[in-house]
Each structure stands twice: as structure tokens, then as C-alpha cells.
């Protein structure tokens, strides 16, 4: 009987591991758009939890350049953004979803530092699970080169 018992088990948990497939996706974040950004930032928690029902995972990686530097900034005072009225209202709640995928779902988070630098962006500025990348495209490449898939945000 044990014999079976544990024969069943092994069968199961093989079974498991095979269907738990692994899929990843590169997001190529350009928008400054508020709206454009929630409803990515909210699909992303959607999809892994689907990928996840289907017993697969979803790993996502998030690129940011172009005029989403933004989204990524603990302090706007010092910034081109600091009269953006609707970031300001918005910042602390794209802080805790951003915060809660990192956190919760274990998306990366990287950030172009050319551009960060041609805006007069301090790297210190940002926020702490966002890691600075040379450029946009290393970036980009490096994890296309990985197996992920491309998706632009523009």
C-alpha cells in the first residue's frame, strides 16, 4: 500500500512540475500616461494571478525610459514633474501597487539611467526596489536574450 501511495505521489508531483511552465514577459515602458500606466501596472497582477490559476508562472520585467521616469520618483519637488497635479494626487497609491508587485509578485523593476541623467534625474531619487540599467535598449536586449517577450508600452 505504500508503495502505491508513494507511487501516486510521485506521479502527481511530476505531473505538477510539468504543467507549472514558465513564461516571461519584458514590458517596454515609455508613457507618461497616468491612466495608460494603472491599467498596465493593474494587468500585470491579473495575468500572474492567471498564469498562476493555470498552474504556470508569469515572471515580468518592467523597463522604463521615455516619459516614464515619473512613475518611479519619490520626490517630485526637484523635478520637471513637481506641477504635474494628477501624479501628485496619484503618487502614493502607484507607490504602494509598484511596491506590491515587486513585493507580492516579484516583478523587476529596472529604469534607464542615459535618460535619467539627460532629464537631471537623481538616481538617488528613485525608488529603492528600482534598479538603474545602463540604457533602456541594454536592457531590453539583455532580457529578450533571456527568453522574455517583448511587449511596448507606449
Known sequence: MKKVL???LVLIFS???KDNEVRKVVFD???GDIKKFENTINGIAKHIDYYESQFKTLKVVIVAHGDSYKFFLKD???TPYKNDKEL???QKLLYERLKNLHDFYKVKFEICKLGMEAR?????NLYPFVKPVYSALVGLVEWQNK???YMPIF
Do not use: E
Open 15 to 17: 505531473s505538477y512540475a
Open 6 to 8: 508513494f507511487f501516486l
Open 147 to 149: 527568453g522574455y517577450a
Open 29 to 31: 515602458l515609455r508613457t
Open 76 to 78: 517630485l519637488s526637484k
Open 88 to 90: 501628485l494626487k496619484k
Open 120 to 124: 537631471h534625474l537623481d538616481i538617488s
